[in-house]
């Protein structure tokens, strides 16, 4: 059971350089989330999709992008990296709606932009 | 007041005691509620969802949901070591996500 994969888990940037964050699950689920947290602080959506090719905006969009053209994936791309976005961030998945069944979440990827 | 509110802690209690986790929300916040547990360095699981006023159990685990006072409590029972991990509040959101508060550190001393 791989749940929920995320890669890679752990990445330092520069300044201005861009990357994508992978996440893919094998639950059929249609719900995906990328969240972020930072140190003593709660998690803070960043992006969602309700299914293949539905994106949506969460609470903290600015700097990130999503694509989902499939089901199984959801990657998340950073394009000028800045060191406000320094976090781990989580992808998370739910067969239905995250008000009624449980997220599960990929182990998540630590990123350092300096 | 923001959105959802828990104190940051730490809280500290012997092994064995009941520990008291508690969660305020706002208007803002629908009335399913969840509290994840998450290990230093770990992502977080569920361990309990509430959706109805009163109280829900599940093993060692009680949830509880009052509406009228818009707070939300998860009290842990013959705490162990093993339950020290932080423990995250959510309420669903306006958006149809959920919105975590920012977590209460607990500690189980053996």
């Known amino acids: 059971n791989a749940g929920v994969t995320q890669t890679p888990k752990f990445r330092i940037l520069k300044i201005g350089q861009s990357m994508t964050l992978q996440c893919a699950q094998d639950m059929n689920h249609n719900y995906m989330y990328w969240y972020r947290q930072d140190p003593g602080m709660g998690l803070k959506l960043i992006y969602y999709?309700?299914?293949?090719?539905?994106?949506d905006k969460g609470e903290v969009p600015n700097g990130y992008n999503v694509s989902r053209s499939t089901t199984e994936d959801f990657p998340l791309r950073l394009e000028l990296a800045a060191p406000s976005q320094t976090s781990v961030y989580f992808c998370?998945?739910?067969?239905?709606?995250?008000?009624?069944?449980?997220?599960?979440f990929g182990n998540g990827t630590r990123l350092t932009v300096t | 007041q923001k959105e959802v509110e828990q104190n940051s802690g730490p809280l500290s209690v012997p092994e064995g005691a009941i520990a008291s986790l508690n969660c305020t929300y706002s208007d803002r916040v629908s009335q399913s509620f969840f509290w994840y547990r998450q290990y230093s360095g770990k992502s977080p699981e569920l361990i309990m969802s509430?959706?109805?006023?009163g109280d829900k159990e599940d093993g060692r685990f009680t949830a509880q949901l009052n509406k009228a006072s818009q707070y939300v409590s998860l009290l842990i029972r013959d705490s162990q070591p093993s339950d020290s991990a932080t423990y995250l509040c959510?309420?669903?959101?306006?958006?149809?996500?959920?919105?975590f508060g920012k977590g209460t550190k607990l500690s189980v001393k053996p």
């Open positions: 998370a998945s739910s067969p239905t709606s995250s008000y009624n069944s449980p997220l599960h």
């Open positions: 999709s309700v299914g293949a090719g539905i994106t």
């Open positions: 509430i959706y109805s006023n």
């Open positions: 959510a309420g669903g959101g306006s958006q149809g996500n959920l919105i």
